[in-house]
């Protein structure tokens, strides 16, 4: 893992026990809820420690910053090539590691933009809001 951030970024405890509690769950969680998890180990870590490192973290590829079009950011511990499907109703996120690749569907396309990304996501209704749309009819 040392050997993932660099020569001069350290793996400092904070960040190890980040990426732990980040690559443990599949929920797509937020900062938020990163900070809960991370406080259950380390009570005296504050909100903008656990910002600035899932940040860090981001950057060098080691976690996936998702944010939606409002602006919510939620992070993924799973960088392997894969897509994400965000509920319309409660805006859980899930996986999906079975859609087409869409590598290099950039090019080609007629824009004066410098292409820097592409991301794929899914939208839908997960199965506890159709339980609960059903339950309401």
């Known amino acids: 893992m ?7 970024m350290r793996l400092t405890n904070q ?17 938020d ?10 009570p005296r870590i504050s909100l903008g420690t656990v910002y600035r490192n899932l940040e860090v973290l981001s950057s060098l590829g080691l976690v996936r910053k998702l944010e939606n079009a409002a602006g919510q ?18 805006g859980k996120v899930g996986d999906i590691f079975d859609a087409p690749d869409i ?3 950039e090019h080609g396309l007629d824009t004066d933009f410098q292409i820097t990304g ?12 159709q339980s609960e749309k059903k339950l309401a009819q």
């Open 2 to 8: 040392k050997e993932l951030l660099g020569k001069d």
């Open 15 to 31: 960040r190890r026990i980040i990426l732990e509690e980040l690559k443990a769950v599949t929920t797509h969680p937020t900062a």
């Open 33 to 42: 809820e990163i900070y809960g998890m991370v406080r259950q180990k380390m």
């Open 73 to 90: 950011k939620r992070f993924d511990g799973d960088v392997s090539p894969h897509h994400h499907i965000r509920c319309d109703v409660c």
């Open 103 to 105: 590598a290099g569907i």
């Open 118 to 129: 592409v991301s794929l996501e899914f939208s839908g209704i997960c199965p506890r809001c």
